[in-house]
């Protein structure tokens, strides 16, 4: 199995994004990567989630705390393999063999394939990406020497994951009543303080977090960036100490835990007044990271449906020979592969944003398509991964197959970066600041209007229009936090649906992807269809036929 090669919708789309040079390039390490991801790491995988998971040691056989994560070396083959594959790297700096900086869309195309087997590995990558992020963006000339190499490294220098930390057990969402201490001394500082949920704990060479200064204001506002090196140059501790790891439901493979900072020696990152909307930028790049994620789990999902369906037998007949299957196949492939569209073209508008291309305009509608995308892929995956199981029947619920785990690990997505609610306030912020509805309104009536798509869709429209004047012109705060996600998945819907009929134009099987996309958004799912419409181009859309008008 490849998951590239398994995969010409995403062909399809790199091919539409990346220019030609780069596109042919990318293709063989594709391949390469699809095929190692399939194989070896989702093997590893495996063995991580069920016997291998991180260990916290916490002493050592002096009683000395020396907060000490293991993992296993399967999982050590795999960050090697990862990262000297450029996943973080190629963004920042030149591919050899191109002599060009990489870019998003070519790294999100990596995470979009390792997110097909290990999911919980992909956490890690996207954390050292939000790492190296921030520092290329913020961190002064001497911090970017003495750390920007290690956290791109694609194998010529020391590799250093990175991590942000931010959770502490009394704010959570709520960052600005976060009460770590950064305590000026000597041209750096002193953390002191506790982070609650903290990610690639123990795994990490540097950190980015979020600390108050003293004399710093209350909230959001006095908070500021630090890097924090998890061990001092020497490679003693740097003050940083593991209280426990947590024991979670699913993505098993990153260690997650509590962190205590007992003086750990800290940089200021940037502005001291900005260090909050850093970290936001950085964890918008993981909000998108976190949609990759979730299309890749929908992905798997739906292609470990669709072999079984086509391998088990039932009362004389294979599971994809019954029209309800062929219905439930329909509904996944289509669904998962307009998602994924709307997902790379909202990354090649990160592409922009990230490198100080986009104006204005597209900068918002950046941070709204975060939003409502992270928020849809995230409930999907879960979706995705519950039909897998219903699919497979009693052998979806054993740990033989991979759906277990696949459920275990979607359902983190709906939590991390955002829960559904937070990111509804996102939409609501955006409305209310930048008057992004009408922003988006515009953008997709005129969309509309130049695909002649039917009366519908335009009436869609109206619906989010009106709600968007509801929400706008209420004064009651409590009605406008109430109808924020009605306006978000409104929106999505739109996006989406706008999505599959642009990509409808690239070809007749495009043209049945958009049909059914379309039919299982806006119509009615208990009327009757005595057609069977979503079934009558299940060899073209599920066995993925391509048309004799199509062919070579």
């Not at 696949?406 to 306030?425: F, H, P, S, Y």
Request: with cysteine; net charge negative; hydrophobic share 40%.
């Amino acid at each position: 199995m490849n998951f590239y090669h398994d995969d010409p919708n995403l062909a399809r789309l790199l091919k539409q994004y990346l220019d030609p040079l780069f596109f042919d390039w990318a293709e063989k390490e594709l391949a390469e990567f699809g095929e190692m991801c399939a194989g070896e790491i989702d093997e590893r995988a495996t063995h991580t989630d069920r016997e291998g998971q991180p260990k916290l040691i916490k002493y050592n056989r002096y009683g000395e705390d020396v907060s000490r994560v293991c993992v296993n070396e399967g999982y050590l083959k795999t960050v090697e393999q990862v990262y000297n594959k450029g996943i973080v790297g190629y963004v920042h700096k030149s591919i050899p063999a191109l002599g060009q900086k990489g870019n998003y869309v070519y790294a999100f195309a990596q995470g979009y394939l390792l997110s097909q087997s290990e999911p919980g590995f992909y956490c890690p990558v996207t954390l050292t990406a939000a790492a190296a992020y921030l520092l290329d963006h913020y961190g002064s000339h001497e911090l970017k020497q003495a750390y920007l190499p290690q956290l791109i490294s694609t194998g010529e220098a020391e590799r250093y994951e990175g991590a942000t930390f931010l959770t502490e057990r009394q704010g959570g969402s709520d960052v600005g009543a976060n009460e770590t201490k950064a305590v000026s001394e000597g041209g750096c500082y002193r953390l002191y303080g506790e982070k609650y949920f903290a990610s690639n704990v123990g795994m990490c060479g540097v950190a980015m977090v979020l600390a108050r200064r003293e004399g710093a204001p209350s909230g959001t506002k006095g908070l500021s960036l630090f890097l924090v090196p998890w061990e001092k140059e020497n490679g003693e501790k740097n003050g940083i100490y593991i209280r426990r790891l947590k024991d979670k439901l699913g993505v098993c493979a990153v260690p997650s835990g509590e962190v205590v900072f007992d003086g750990a020696k800290a940089y200021l990152v940037g502005d001291p007044r900005k260090g909050f909307y850093y970290m936001m930028e950085a964890l918008n790049l993981s909000r998108i990271c976190n949609a990759i994620a979730s299309i890749g789990i929908m992905r798997r999902a739906y292609r470990e449906a669709r072999a079984y369906a086509l391998r088990r037998t039932a009362f004389g007949s294979r599971l994809a020979d019954y029209p309800m299957v062929k219905e439930t196949l329909v509904k996944m492939a289509a669904k998962q592969e307009v998602e994924t569209s709307a997902v790379f073209r909202l990354a090649t508008l990160f592409d922009r944003t990230a490198s100080g291309k986009a104006d204005e305009q597209e900068n918002i509608m950046t941070r709204l398509l975060i939003a409502i995308l992270k928020m849809e892929t995230a409930e999907q995956a879960i979706h995705f991964a519950h039909e897998a199981i219903e699919m497979h029947g009693g052998n979806g619920y054993i740990e033989d197959f991979v759906t277990p785990r696949l459920l275990r690990d979607a359902q983190v997505l709906t939590v991390w970066e955002g829960t559904a609610n937070i990111l509804g306030l996102e939409v609501l912020r955006l409305m209310r600041k930048f008057k992004v509805h009408d922003i988006f309104i515009g953008m997709m009536r005129e969309k509309i209007d130049q695909l002649q798509a039917g009366t519908w869709l335009s009436a869609g429209l109206d619906q989010l229009e009106e709600t968007c004047r509801f929400v706008m012109e209420t004064k009651e705060e409590a009605a406008q936090t109430y109808h924020c996600k009605k306006v978000a998945r409104q929106m999505v819907k739109i996006y989406e649906s706008v999505t599959a009929l642009e990509d409808a134009l690239a070809g007749q099987r495009q043209k049945w992807i958009a049909e059914a996309y379309l039919r299982l958004a806006w119509h009615d799912p208990l009327a009757i269809d005595p057609e069977l419409a979503l079934v009558k181009h299940f060899e073209e859309i599920v066995m993925e036929k391509v048309p004799a008008n199509e062919g070579n």
